[in-house]
């Protein structure tokens, strides 16, 4: 199927309402009791018309849920790892990885090392020793890469149009440098952990999600929407709103670039690249001499056509970013799961006493919930 078809496939029957909901409610849902009459109001329809709406596109598969994307680098404390998997033991060692359930992505990447994937977990020293597992339990050297700095990560953009690489109508975003405490635990009330843990898989569709969440909380519907205004206010969510799946409108070509950019100029360069709108991804992680990674600088773009991404990434590297790089190109993904949030929000007591459990329960698991909640490494 052509990409032009693919595009016109998605957006059959659609109207200018649907158009509407799915560009402009990415983010800034009404956090109030009854959300869907704020959202019909603004739509021109009724509240119940809005809500059928969403229900609609959910099931088309526009949209891959409704409610919250989390932080995990807020809420706990996660890392991007990768090990270099002889082919002869690749399916043997992924499935190492992915028994563990606080790894929630994992991609083969066109690369010496083949195997990324994303831990995240309550606590550092929990995310560690799960890193050290994995190196004991398969016998290959991890390579740990923190997030230091979020300069740009935002999977927010529209869709209904004919871009070939996301914003292409776009001149610039705003972007802030976000430093990423390596020390970050899930330090919460009791309340902001069950609303996380209520929430994670998405929000009620319902024309009462808060009150529905409250009922499960067993709390008051307004100091539950008083826990995620300050959620949202604290960094731990990021946005509510319709979570777009971005393969089914044809944004299925991306690729991860690593850069190796002089550490004193870091922040400058990862500031403007970051403003660049065609950049979904920027963000500092570690060098790794000792394992012959010199890389400190990551970016990502995705697109709707693989031949516009590498267009993009060549001007990147001439225009913007003039330092040695590798372009990783994902080939297969391995697995791809939300974070689990009542691993996040538990206590490092907690943690401890669940990690030796953790290794042989994961082994079994087989969790196939649907994308990502945050938009982390996605």
Not at 147 to 168: G, S
Not at 257 to 272: R, S
Not at 285 to 313: C, S
């Amino acid at each position: 199927m052509s990409s032009g078809t693919a595009r016109s496939d998605w957006r059959a029957d659609l109207d200018a309402v649907d158009e509407t909901l799915i560009d402009e409610f990415q983010s800034g849902f009404p956090v109030i009791e009854r959300p869907f009459r704020i959202v019909g109001e603004r739509l021109g329809v009724t509240e119940s018309e809005a809500l059928a709406r969403v229900e609609r596109l959910r099931e088309r598969g526009v949209f891959r849920r409704f409610g919250a994307v989390l932080n995990p680098p807020v809420i706990g404390s996660s890392t991007l790892a990768a090990v270099a998997a002889p082919e002869d033991r690749f399916d043997e060692v992924a499935d190492v990885v992915n028994g563990y359930r606080q790894v929630n992505h994992n991609y083969r990447r066109d690369h010496h090392w083949n195997m990324w994937f994303v831990v995240t977990a309550g606590s550092r020293e929990r995310r560690d020793a799960i890193l050290a597992e994995i190196e004991e339990r398969t016998g290959l050297a991890v390579l740990n890469l923190p997030m230091l700095t979020d300069y740009y990560i935002d999977l927010e953009f529209p869709v209904v149009n004919d871009d070939r690489f996301a914003r292409e109508s776009l001149a610039e975003t705003a972007v802030s440098a976000t430093r990423i405490s390596e020390a970050a635990r899930g330090d919460l009330s009791r309340l902001e952990a069950d609303v996380l843990v209520a929430i994670q898989d998405g929000l009620p569709l319902s024309a009462t999600p808060y009150r529905d969440v409250a009922a499960e909380v067993d709390a008051p519907v307004e100091a539950v929407v008083e826990t995620i205004e300050g959620l949202l206010a604290d960094g731990c969510i990021k946005r509510i709103g319709c979570v777009v799946n971005h393969v089914v409108t044809g944004f299925d070509a991306n690729c991860m670039v690593v850069w190796d950019v002089p550490d004193d100029e870091l922040d400058d360069y990862g500031t403007a690249v970051g403003r660049l709108p065609y950049v979904t991804l920027c963000y500092h992680r570690p060098r790794r001499p000792e394992q012959d990674w010199p890389y400190n600088l990551f970016t990502m773009i995705h697109g709707r056509e693989q031949a516009a991404v590498d267009a993009k990434l060549d001007e990147l590297a001439t225009e913007h970013l003039p330092f040695e790089h590798e372009r990783l190109y994902s080939t297969e993904t391995l697995k791809q799961t939300g974070a689990r949030y009542d691993e996040l929000v538990a206590s490092a007591e907690a943690d401890t006493e669940a990690a030796d459990a953790d290794a042989g329960e994961g082994a079994a698991d087989s969790d196939d919930a649907e994308a990502p909640a945050s938009d982390q490494d996605a």
